[in-house]
C-alpha cells in the first residue's frame, strides 16, 4: 500500500466518486476513484487536497480518497 497526496478536480455525489489529480505531475489524473463515505459530500469541493490511498502500487485505478484537508 502507498499513500499519495493529490488534488480533487471533480466529485460526483451520485456515484461517490472524483476525478483527482496526483500531486506532482500535471498530467496524471484519475477519474472515478471511489471516496470514502466518511468524508461530506460538501467536503469534496474542487481544488482541495486529498489523501489517496493505493491498494496495489502497479494499478493506479486501485486507490480510494481517504482524507481531504486545506
Same mark, same amino acid.
Given at each position: 500500500?502507498?499513500?499519495?497526496?493529490?488534488?480533487?478536480?471533480?466529485?460526483? !455525489? #451520485?456515484?461517490?466518486? @472524483?476525478?483527482?489529480?496526483?500531486?506532482? /505531475?500535471?498530467?496524471?489524473?484519475?477519474?472515478? =476513484?471511489? +471516496?470514502?463515505?466518511?468524508?461530506?459530500?460538501?467536503?469534496?469541493? !474542487? #481544488?482541495?487536497?486529498? @489523501?489517496?490511498?493505493?491498494?496495489?502500487? /502497479?494499478?493506479?485505478?486501485?486507490?480510494?480518497? =481517504?482524507? +481531504?484537508?486545506?
Amino acid at each position: 500500500m502507498e499513500i499519495k497526496r493529490g488534488v480533487v478536480k471533480s466529485f460526483d !455525489a #451520485g456515484t461517490y466518486r @472524483a476525478t483527482v489529480q496526483v500531486a506532482g /505531475s500535471l498530467a496524471v489524473w484519475l477519474d472515478g =476513484v471511489p +471516496v470514502a463515505r466518511n468524508i461530506g459530500p460538501s467536503d469534496m469541493v !474542487a #481544488g482541495r487536497s486529498c @489523501a489517496l490511498l493505493f491498494f496495489d502500487e /502497479s494499478n493506479p485505478a486501485d486507490a480510494v480518497v =481517504v482524507a +481531504v484537508y486545506e
